[in-house]
């Protein structure tokens, strides 16, 4: 059983990245509370769908300019102080969207601004964060250093969206956008207490050449790109989540308590292939690991689009028992994901040098958070013309076989060793 467990060497051998797992950890939660209740917010103020869905436009702008540039300033300054700097951002506008609730502004474009300046900071944070653990955590103890990540993610999407609509109710607003302020204070904590993280080599200043700089060195380093590409083809062709309104209302029935539970099951499946993670590190075929788990997230998302398709219409609006298939495919999607999202990572990390570490992870941001979009938006729009089981079923089907495309074009992927990591 032990060798099965999610391994926890690097929390038990490196005091700094312990002390920034929780402190994210705990903040994480924080954030998805938050992200949650500005969205219910904006709805209570408006009444519109599409203001909510705003929220998500006025966000990825931010985070995808600020993830480029921050990661050319993490490369470029002491990384424990880009950190704390972008950090005291975020919580400050953290405090700002805590006061409007306060005050009772009720002001929709506030919450937009204020989510958009939560974003940008939050688009330098991030990739300065995830390149500062491998000077903290040895190199072949970082796929579990990341599985232990997926961990915390999968529990703050689970536990932060069930105590928004908990605390929203009995404590409101105001309330609840102060426990992500206090919550905060621990990643703050964690990255203080942080070692000095000076550049590695020679040093550029920080701008458009050297954001350039990063994507021509990602030109030239097949099996890094490979990360993006097939995380991109996985998250534009096989994304079922705009799909799952539909699916709650019409077809499986249970409208939003279908969604939340097909959402949290998606959550769960991350959480316990975290917490199962123990073989992951001795895997070193990395590569392949990579492109079996891609492959398997669009065989999840098909069978769930086959299990639509069967279930058909739903009467009465009351849930059927389809909903256990559902959640299972659902389940196992989250499995996947989290498994490629493993070694992605740690391909990322560990071919990547130093002195591009921040770069390559400020496009990792990027791509992580843009792909969904555009999958979001191309599932929708698919979901219009043919259905949204056959557009699940369609774009699993489509994933496998662009898995199996980038495979013949860069056969090298596969091959990727972790033992001699390749870029």
Request: hydrophobic residues 50%.
């Amino acid at each position: 059983m032990p060798k099965l467990l999610a391994d926890i060497t690097p929390l038990k051998e490196s005091p700094a990245f312990r002390r920034l797992y929780f402190g994210t950890a705990l903040s994480a939660v924080g954030t998805n509370l938050t992200l949650v209740a500005v969205s219910l917010q904006v709805y209570e103020i408006t009444g519109s769908s599409l203001n909510v869905g705003l929220i998500g436009l006025f966000a990825l702008i931010p985070l995808v300019f600020a993830g480029l540039y921050g990661g050319a300033v993490a490369d470029a300054h002491d990384r424990r102080k880009v950190a704390l700097l972008s950090g005291l951002g975020l919580w400050g506008s953290t405090i700002g969207i805590a006061v409007q609730a306060w005050m009772g502004a009720d002001n929709v474009w506030v919450l937009y601004i204020l989510i958009a300046v939560h974003s940008g900071f939050a688009g330098i944070n991030q990739p300065t964060r995830t390149a500062i653990i491998p000077r903290i955590v040895r190199p072949e103890l970082l796929p579990a250093a990341n599985a232990l990540s997926m961990i915390t993610f999968g529990l703050a999407f689970t536990v932060g969206p069930m105590l928004a609509g908990l605390l929203i109710a009995q404590v409101g607003y105001g309330w609840t956008y102060t426990i992500d302020v206090v919550t905060f204070t621990a990643a703050l904590w964690a990255l203080f207490r942080l070692p000095a993280m000076p550049p590695e080599g020679p040093v550029r200043r920080a701008g458009l050449a050297t954001v350039v700089e990063g994507f021509r060195y990602l030109g030239t380093r097949p099996n890094i790109r490979m990360t993006f590409i097939i995380d991109l083809v996985a998250m534009i062709m096989a994304q079922p989540r705009v799909l799952l309104p539909a699916v709650g209302a019409v077809f499986i029935g249970g409208g939003e308590l279908t969604v939340g539970i097909l959402l949290a099951a998606t959550a769960m499946g991350a959480v316990l292939s975290g917490l199962f993670s123990g073989p992951l590190g001795h895997i070193h075929k990395q590569g392949k690991a990579v492109q079996w788990s891609v492959a398997a997230w669009g065989a999840s998302v098909s069978g769930f689009g086959f299990v639509v398709i069967m279930a058909g219409s739903s009467p009465d609006g009351g849930m059927t028992p389809w909903i256990i298939p559902a959640a299972l495919c659902m389940f196992l999607a989250g499995v996947s994901d989290s498994i490629s999202g493993v070694f992605r990572s740690t391909i990322l990390q560990s071919a990547t040098p130093d002195a591009m570490r921040g770069r390559l992870q400020g496009v990792f941001i990027v791509v992580v958070a843009g792909g969904p979009k555009v999958g979001e938006l191309l599932g929708g729009g698919s979901a219009e013309w043919i259905g949204e089981g056959w557009t699940a079923l369609i774009g699993g089907i489509l994933c496998i076989l662009l898995v199996l495309v980038l495979a013949c074009l860069q056969p090298r992927f596969g091959q990727y060793d972790s033992r001699n990591p390749e870029p």
